[in-house]
Each structure stands twice: as structure tokens, then as C-alpha cells.
């Protein structure tokens, strides 16, 4: 009896796996990629056959494309000029949907979002005239990156057209990508750039599309009275880049590719635009056992808002500290199996879970 228990149980088991891995054997992409003449290819790969294809856009090839997860050939205009916005404070929002470190989860976001009607059940838009914040850090770790970027540019597409509004805040793992280092990627897109026969970063370099998409997005945004940015905003940062425009400014003009300014600029600036205090990477909220309340009052009037909302900093749930002045809403999506939102609607603020359910939020302590 034993025996046949054991071995039902390796049956199920192998089912189980069996099942897991179907359902990425999906093609992984496409990435979009410039030619020297400016011509778009669509590539794709099935890491585990070993597979690759390749097409070049044109409306009689779209047809032949495999489909691909989130992926809406409709939406591609291969001219596109994508331009930074300078435009970083939004007021009179009613509605808001905020996550942060997707890092690949397509599954959980999906879910997240449908659960709380910011998508319908086929992934458009859903948020009428609300507005959907990403603070940073969709890329690296998981394994559905490409899937979850491209549901977050259709998303951005639809919002527009409805009234409503997405910003995909760049995190220090965007930029990590953005500027080469892809130690944090899932092995799956090693073998990916391997049968594209092109370095993973430069799948979203300059010369590709979802690449010239993420150089045009923002580092720091403002809406109603509410400051979003990925790590946070330090004393020293605030003390010497006072306002969300010059941050994103000089992000963009020296963080994101080379330079020749670079060298005579001042290195103080760069060094905590993007070191440890930077917006990029600091914990400061949660670390610093100095860091008071009276130190976020003197942060959130320099950049003249209430309230501060940062990813990066891992929790089991979005947190509320500093009697609500700092919002955290990394709640751990990275591992593929929770995570929340944060949902505004007229001023009250409330946790949204995976099953549906809206909690309110508890102040915690560091």
C-alpha cells in the first residue's frame, strides 16, 4: 500500500511539473529590434526547444507571427517617436491602482489588476479615468518580463485613450538592464539572447522599441499631493536636487547612456542621484534608526506633497509609516505567489488583495 501511495504521488507530482512548465513553453518576446536603415524585425524564442524566429514588420508578415502572451501587433507603430514628458504633476485624480516589483510575475499582476477591475478578463483597460501607477521594477528574477511589459504599454495605450493615465516609474532594475548589468535576470533569457544571438540587454537598447518606450518614461511623478518615486527621497538628495523635475531631468541626461556632459558635471550630484541615497535605491524610511517623522515633514514640504510612496523595500504587505506619510507597496509580488495594490478612491486609501478583497491600512512600526 505504501508502495502505491509512493508512487502516486510521483505521478502527481510529475503531472504538476509537467503542467508548470507548459505553460512557459509560450514563445518568450518578441523583442523589436532597428536595423542600420531603421528597419523593424520582430524576434522571438522558445527557450525550451531551442528555438528562434525572426520576421520583418511589415502588415503581410504580421499574420505569420506566433502569438505571443500580451503581445498586440495592432498597437506597434514602428516610427514611433517616443519623447520624455516633462510633465510630472497631475492633480484632481479621483481613482488610483498602485503596485510596485512586479519583477516578471505576469500571472500575479494579471490577477491583481482583474481583481480589482483595473483590467477586464482579456487584459484591456478597465480604470476609465483613473490613473495606474508602476513604481519601478518589472524586470529581472522572474521568468514573464517581456509578457508583463508589454500588458503595462498596452495598458498605458488604452488609459490615454479613456482619459485615465499609466506611469511606469523607472526602478533601479530598469536601469540596471538600460545600462548593461543582467545579473539578476532568470535563466530562461540567457538562453534567450543566446538563440537571438544578441546580448539580453540590448534586447531593450536604444535601437529597440520596448527600449526607446522605457528611455521615454519617468523617475518620479506627483499626483494630487502624493510623491511616487521607486526607493525614496533621503535628506541629502532633497538638500541638494530640490524639485521632481530636476531629478527626472538629470536621470534621463546622464543616468541613461553615455554622455559627453557627464565629466563636467558635478559628481556629487550623479553619485546621489544614483547611489545608496538616491532615488533609485534608498531604504532610509526603514533602515535608519535615526530617520524621524519630523525628517519625511521636512522632505514632503521641500517637494510640497503629504505623502510618500516607494517600492523596493520588501514587505508582506503595502505598509503604512509615519502616521500614513510613507506608503511602502512592495509587497513581495517577486515571489509569484502574493502580493497587494494600493487603491485610492476620493481621498481613502485601502490594500487590495489577490482574492478581491480590500483591507484597510494599519500604521506599522520600523
Known amino acids: 500500500m505504501q508502495y502505491i501511495l509512493l508512487f502516486s504521488l510521483l505521478v502527481l507530482t510529475s503531472f504538476v511539473n509537467a503542467q508548470a512548465e507548459h505553460e512557459h513553453l509560450h514563445p518568450d518576446g518578441p523583442y523589436l529590434l532597428y536595423d542600420e536603415d531603421d528597419q523593424l524585425t520582430v524576434n522571438w524564442a522558445w527557450?525550451?526547444?531551442?528555438?528562434?524566429?525572426?520576421?520583418?514588420?511589415?502588415?503581410?508578415?504580421?499574420?505569420?507571427?506566433?502569438?505571443?502572451?500580451?503581445?498586440?501587433?495592432?498597437?506597434?507603430?514602428?516610427?514611433?517617436?517616443?519623447?520624455?514628458?516633462?510633465?510630472?504633476?497631475?492633480?484632481?485624480?479621483?481613482?488610483?491602482?498602485?503596485?510596485?516589483?512586479?519583477?516578471?510575475?505576469?500571472?500575479?499582476?494579471?490577477?491583481?489588476?482583474?481583481?480589482?477591475?483595473?483590467?477586464?478578463?482579456?487584459?484591456?483597460?478597465?480604470?476609465?479615468?483613473?490613473?495606474?501607477?508602476?513604481?519601478?521594477?518589472?524586470?529581472?528574477?522572474?521568468?514573464?518580463?517581456?509578457?508583463?511589459?508589454?500588458?503595462?504599454?498596452?495598458?498605458?495605450?488604452?488609459?490615454?485613450?479613456?482619459?485615465?493615465?499609466?506611469?511606469?516609474?523607472?526602478?533601479?532594475?530598469?536601469?540596471?538592464?538600460?545600462?548593461?548589468?543582467?545579473?539578476?535576470?532568470?535563466?530562461?533569457?540567457?538562453?534567450?539572447?543566446?538563440?537571438?544571438?544578441?546580448p539580453y540587454q540590448k534586447l531593450?537598447?536604444?535601437?529597440?522599441?520596448?527600449?526607446?518606450?522605457?528611455?521615454?518614461?519617468?523617475?518620479?511623478?506627483?499626483?494630487?499631493?502624493?510623491?511616487?518615486v521607486h526607493g525614496g527621497l533621503s535628506k541629502e538628495l532633497v538638500g541638494k536636487i530640490r524639485t521632481l523635475e530636476e531629478m527626472n531631468k538629470l536621470y534621463h541626461k546622464f543616468l541613461l547612456g553615455k554622455n559627453a556632459e557627464v565629466a563636467s558635471y558635478s559628481t556629487d550630484h550623479l553619485e546621489l542621484l544614483y547611489g545608496e541615497g538616491g532615488p533609485l535605491w534608498y531604504r532610509g524610511y526603514f533602515l535608519e534608526k535615526d530617520f524621524s517623522e519630523k525628517d519625511i515633514d521636512r522632505i514632503l514640504k521641500k517637494v510640497k506633497a503629504t505623502k510618500m510612496v516607494v517600492g523596493h523595500t520588501s514587505f508582506n504587505a503595502i505598509k503604512s509609516f509615519f502616521n500614513g506619510k510613507v506608503l511602502a507597496v512592495d509587497s513581495s509580488i517577486k515571489f509569484g505567489s502574493m502580493g497587494e495594490i494600493l487603491l485610492v478612491t476620493d481621498g481613502k486609501f485601502e490594500r487590495g488583495t489577490l482574492l478581491g478583497k480590500t483591507l484597510s491600512l494599519e500604521p506599522s512600526k520600523r
Not at 483595473?118 to 514573464?144: K, L, N, P, T, Y
Not at 531593450?204 to 511616487?228: A, C, E, H, Q
Open 204 to 228: 531593450y537598447g536604444p535601437d529597440s522599441y520596448l527600449g526607446r518606450w522605457l528611455r521615454s518614461l519617468p523617475l518620479t511623478v506627483k499626483i494630487n499631493d502624493m510623491v511616487f
Open 47 to 198: 527557450p525550451e526547444e531551442r528555438k528562434a524566429g525572426q520576421l520583418v514588420w511589415n502588415e503581410a508578415n504580421i499574420a505569420d507571427l506566433p502569438k505571443m502572451k500580451a503581445f498586440r501587433p495592432e498597437t506597434i507603430r514602428p516610427d514611433t517617436t517616443f519623447q520624455y514628458s516633462h510633465c510630472v504633476t497631475f492633480s484632481g485624480v479621483k481613482k488610483l491602482a498602485i503596485v510596485s516589483d512586479i519583477h516578471g510575475q505576469y500571472d500575479v499582476i494579471f490577477k491583481l489588476l482583474r481583481s480589482h477591475d483595473v483590467i477586464d478578463e482579456a487584459g484591456h483597460w478597465s480604470f476609465g479615468e483613473g490613473h495606474f501607477v508602476v513604481v519601478g521594477d518589472i524586470f529581472d528574477r522572474g521568468d514573464q518580463v517581456s509578457e508583463v511589459l508589454w500588458l503595462i504599454y498596452n495598458l498605458q495605450l488604452e488609459a490615454a485613450a479613456a482619459g485615465g493615465r499609466v506611469h511606469f516609474l523607472l526602478g533601479n532594475h530598469e536601469t540596471m538592464i538600460m545600462e548593461g548589468d543582467i545579473r539578476y535576470i532568470h535563466k530562461r533569457y540567457l538562453i534567450t539572447g543566446a538563440l537571438l544571438q544578441v
